[in-house]
């Protein structure tokens, strides 16, 4: 139980385009999903906190108009990385609080790796 | 603000060695701990939890952790490693925030790297 997954695992795009990636809950449902980035070799940082249907918390330093984060069910949240540039280059991960469970666990999605050229 | 520590940014070690990789958080009224494993390209696996009750922690893979409040410690230690745990280590800090929910906060990360 508690699978995150996400969608695409790897994606190729180029500078000045928009790239969404999917983040959904299969078995459970998460009122709470967070999305990381992480630089190689680097610990995760978190960019943003998002309630199903309401706007998301982002981390100081996050552009909320480049990423673009929308929670419209309890099972689905998408990031939209818009007008991305090759500093965009990351592995980005979303994780999601099971509203069945302790507030404090979160279930890990297996991340996708963004490519800029 | 919550804050985690991971001492050692990589940890040789040799097949069937015991190791320990160590972690310090910063100190809170409650504290609810985590490692997580990651191999390459992939997302994080939990390994194990603290939330309350006994400070032993026992999790997957044959891992274990102690849950230290006087030296606001919660060191990751296995007695044999295998090649296959070779992989990064996170610990892990939840915290409440002032919105009422909750934030989780990595530490830097250990390479474990098991030798033959």
């Known amino acids: 139980g508690a699978v995150v997954s996400q969608h695409p695992s790897w994606v190729i795009c180029k500078s000045g385009t928009s790239v969404k990636i999917e983040c959904r809950s299969l078995d459970f449902q998460a009122t709470t999903m967070f999305w990381y980035r992480q630089f190689p070799k680097q610990s995760l940082m978190l960019m943003a906190t998002s309630n199903e249907g309401s706007k998301a918390t982002y981390e100081q330093g996050v552009e909320k108009d480049k990423f673009l984060i929308n929670h419209a069910s309890l099972t689905l949240s998408t990031l939209t990385v818009t007008s991305a540039h090759p500093e965009d280059s990351s592995f980005y991960i979303c994780?999601?609080?099971?509203?069945?469970?302790?507030?404090?666990?979160?279930?890990f999605g297996p991340g996708t790796r963004l490519t800029v050229t | 603000a919550q804050s985690v520590t991971q001492l050692d940014s990589q940890v040789p070690v040799f097949e069937e060695a015991p190791v320990e990789l160590r972690c310090n958080y910063s100190?809170?009224?409650?504290?609810?701990l985590f490692w997580y494993v990651q191999y390459p390209n992939q997302g994080l696996q939990l390994l194990l939890k603290y939330l309350s009750g006994s400070t032993l922690v026992k999790g997957i893979n044959g891992f274990e952790a102690e849950f230290n409040k006087s030296q606001t410690s919660f060191h990751l230690r296995k007695p044999s490693v295998h090649i296959s745990d070779t992989a990064e280590y996170f610990c892990?800090?939840?915290?409440?925030?002032?919105?009422?929910?909750?934030?989780?906060?990595f530490g830097a990360g250990t390479r474990l790297f098991v030798k033959a």
């Open positions: 892990a800090v939840s915290d409440r925030v002032n919105t009422g929910g909750f934030k989780t906060i």
């Open positions: 100190s809170s009224v409650s504290v609810y």
């Open positions: 994780s999601a609080r099971d509203r069945g469970s302790s507030p404090y666990e979160q279930y």
